[in-house]
């Protein structure tokens, strides 16, 4: 369980708070660039860490992030014009370069006030189809990260954003959490659970044993872990899952790995990126979207909203659950609910965690040790690291003799493994 006050800290985001302060040390996914994607196209309206922001694309095709309300009188400025190498206030005219130049001030005509004054702008860099930004201190700025799947083919990757009604923790526990997967998403993972099913091996063998056995390390960029099931012939199913601060996993698959990003945008709601990618062979985007749930019409791909709501049972179709396990479609979409149904409001300390839970009681022992050590004045986990490439996670079969730490390539752990008995 997790004491009252420890929950608090984790639940959290507001500037001020001590996750927030955390948070704010860090680059953020704050839109994907399909959501700016036209020049001079519509301002976008955002949230990140419970601050409002406006997101644009000028002219020229530089991205901007500003302050939502406009340095003049407060005005919004997601309700500007998009022109000319800026974005234009509606109220008075006042008009802001991508940096935070004043470019126009038509009700003020001296011209030292555009040249002592800069509208709140916010670093910005454009990798693999995300838009990210550092709303932090300038003074304490980290180098900008790069991962793995930056470094394939625009072909071999995709990535889309799916905006939840649920507290960004109970998201990333999931994500951490090796036992839910063939329970869960026992459709994709077990499809034989039907006796009339096709089976899948290569999932079933591995997946079909659902008490997984862990390993943990910490590592310079947060923790890592190693599930391991039981396969016949004294063999090992080894699932390494890198967690990387503040927000960031790597889920190994058979085929194409994914990297999964649970923003906040406030208390109790999240923007979760998720980035397909593959080394070897194209994405098929279409096909992902099946395999997610981004094909349901519970999602719309303009806005990024997954729309579940109570008074409809989050959408469950409960009279599809003779074929479909969950009456869910598609392994983000059964997250997302299973997410939203445990609510802003859950209480840890009622919880009764199993060695099964080994990767969330570790998420946030090492959270609170950081942002405690955060406060003392130290940097957080892995924040001055800027390349990433080399942290992947792996899905391998090995024998009982093996070491997973041999197969681990990329940043090293720094401490030695625990295996879990918690």
Not at 77 to 102: M, P, S
Not at 242 to 251: E, G, K, S, T, Y
Not at 314 to 319: A, E
Not at 370 to 396: H, K, N, S
Request: aromatic letters at 10%; a negative charge; proline letters at 6%.
């Amino acid at each position: 369980m997790l004491a009252k006050n420890a929950n608090e800290v984790l639940s959290h985001v507001g500037r001020g708070t001590p996750l927030g302060g955390f948070m704010r040390r860090y680059w953020h996914p704050i839109a994907l660039s399909s959501q700016v994607a036209k020049p001079d196209g519509d301002p976008l309206r955002v949230q990140l860490l419970g601050e409002h922001f406006v997101v644009f694309r000028d002219t020229a095709g530089h991205v901007g992030v500003f302050d939502e309300k406009c340095m003049h009188r407060g005005a919004s400025l997601a309700l500007g014009r998009n022109e000319q190498g800026g974005l234009r206030c509606l109220y008075h005219g006042w008009k802001f370069a991508v940096d935070g130049t004043i470019m126009e001030t038509p009700n003020h005509a001296d011209c030292r006030l555009r040249q002592r004054l800069k509208a709140p702008a916010y670093p910005v860099k454009e990798q693999s189809g995300i838009v990210w930004t550092y709303i932090g201190e300038a003074k304490n700025q980290p180098p900008f990260r790069s991962f793995g799947f930056d470094l394939v083919p625009e072909s071999h990757r995709t990535v889309f954003r799916a905006n939840t009604e649920a507290n960004w923790l109970p998201l990333f526990e999931g994500g951490l959490d090796s036992s839910h997967v063939p329970l869960l998403h026992t459709n994709m993972m077990r499809p034989s659970w039907q006796a009339n099913a096709a089976a899948a091996p290569e999932y079933d063998e591995a997946w079909s044993d659902l008490t997984p056995e862990y390993e943990v390390d910490d590592t310079v960029f947060g923790f890592q872990y190693c599930a391991f099931r039981k396969l016949p012939g004294g063999m090992r199913n080894a699932r390494l899952v890198p967690a990387v601060f503040p927000n960031l996993r790597f889920i190994p698959m058979k085929g194409p790995a994914i990297c999964a990003i649970e923003v906040p945008l406030n208390d109790f709601q999240t923007a979760t990126y998720v980035v397909i990618y593959s080394e070897d062979r194209p994405v098929d985007r279409e096909q992902e979207k099946r395999f997610h749930g981004f094909d349901s019409p519970r999602y719309d791909e303009i806005s990024c909203n997954m729309k579940l709501d109570w008074a409809d049972g989050l959408g469950q179709d409960r009279q599809s659950m003779s074929t479909n396990w969950t009456g869910f479609s598609g392994v983000e979409l059964e997250d997302v609910a299973i997410s939203t149904s445990i609510g802003n409001d859950w209480d840890r300390s009622k919880e009764h965690l199993v060695p099964s839970d080994a990767a969330v009681v570790r998420l946030r022992r090492r959270l609170l040790e950081a942002i405690a050590r955060f406060q003392d004045g130290q940097p957080p986990p892995g924040v001055d690291l800027a390349d990433m490439t080399g942290v992947a996670g792996y899905d391998r079969n090995i024998s009982s003799v093996d070491s997973w730490h041999d197969f681990v390539s990329g940043i090293r752990r720094t401490s030695a493994t625990t295996v879990a008995t918690e």
